[in-house]
């Protein structure tokens, strides 16, 4: 969260080191008409710097938790925690005895039921040669019998036009008409054997729906094989990625259960992707407003307390997250720096975003500012220390010093106050225009968060935080002694 407002309690020595622009520090000549607790600050030009601070924790590319799709004892765990991996390499293995008598059992199944469709189809085919020989056998007596049926009664009639003239026994005539009847019958008799062939044509799609089950059984067994295989395959973990063995939570000999039989599975490892290091920075709602992406930023880890990495705001969240009602945005920074493997996940980090930057400007500290009306003022020394407002134009300012715009100009001095909350020059003093607003804003979550806390509190802390901060006020009361003593050396 971008510091605005310092209480200073240490007098000029806490504000040089704070970094404000104090070129000639000095009280007022005795007897000039100026308040004890201020000393009188030359302006300056100087760049400046508009940051917004805030914590952070540093964030892996990609975490991929590792879940195992078999079930069995784990007899080879090659890897440790920190080591890295390629895409491909063997993470860990598990048993596969059941896997393997699966796989056999489905071959078996496969080789039984090739077989059976097999024997499926060359029953069709017999069949199909079995209904072609049969269709032209029939076809064929049939017209015989029809020629033969057409001849015999023929010669019956001849018969009996020979009876008719006594040219031919009765004998004769009996015999072929009896010839005739049984010609009839023969050709009658072929013409039923032909429809019976009909039977067969029902019998061989009979045969080709059977043989038509054989196939698809046998498509299931090559499923079933081709599963027994994959759950084979599944006893053998491998990395989807090259990355870092970031977390390990099983260890060789133990059971893990599937991710399929149990839901969710068993996590037994996490592979992260370091390639890419992000900071995931909280910035408070009333500073997200100047953070833009791309905005180059400064970070810092408690690890390495002395070294700087650069990084560049690569995306901001668009819904705050609120905590106790204090409201803040997720704001993710990518680390840029060539030694940025330096940071690991989950450290914690510090994160200053460069909101702004102005360039030889015109500078004076924020204690000089104060509000009137709302117009910016500061107050100007004259060389005979005699004190004279004067409205001024603020812009940016980074807690410490602000740019000023217009209204003043460098070599001018300017009055300062050591702090503003023991300052005679009540109100506004020492805030610029969105300085005060942000400090308002600020003061009054405080105080909701504050009113929160205590409705929750028991009278026993209650008195203890009333004693705290009596404690503390008697500090801070030694303590605007111990400034004016040292301001005071300091003068003379």
Known sequence: MRRRW???GVAAAGIISAGAVVRGL???????ALPDDTYVATVQRRDLNQEVNAPGTVASNLDVEIRC???????????????????????MKLDPADELVALQAARVTLDQDHSKLEVARKTVQMAELDLATGTDKAAADVEAQKVKDANIHRKADRQRDLLAQKLASQEQYEDAQTDAVQAEDDFQAALVAQRQLKSQAVDLDVKKE?????????????????NANLQLAYTTVTAPLDGVLSDLETQKGSMISSAISTVGGTTVMTLSDLSRIFVLASVDEADVGGVRLGQSCRITADAFPRRDFSGAVVRIA?????????????VKIEVIDDDKELLRPEMTANVQILEETRHDAVLAPMLSLFDRDDKTYVTIVKDNNAPEDRLVQAGIDDGDNAEIISGLSAGEKILVHHNDAASKWTGLRGKSAGAASKHSAAKKKSDAHAK????????TKSGKQKKDKDSSHDAGKHSSRKTKDDSSQDSR
């Open 6 to 8: 310092i209480i200073i």
């Open 26 to 32: 000095h009280k007022p000549e005795a007897g000039a």
């Open 69 to 91: 799709r078999a079930s069995g004892e784990v007899i080879e765990l090659p890897y440790d925690i920190g080591d890295r991996v390629k895409k491909g390499d063997v993470l």
């Open 210 to 226: 059977q043989a038509k089950q054989a196939e698809q059984q046998v498509e299931l067994d090559q499923i079933a094989l081709d």
């Open 318 to 330: 668009p819904q705050g997250q609120n905590t106790r009602n204090v409201v803040t945005f997720e």
């Open 452 to 459: 929160s806390d205590d409705s929750a509190d028991d009278s």
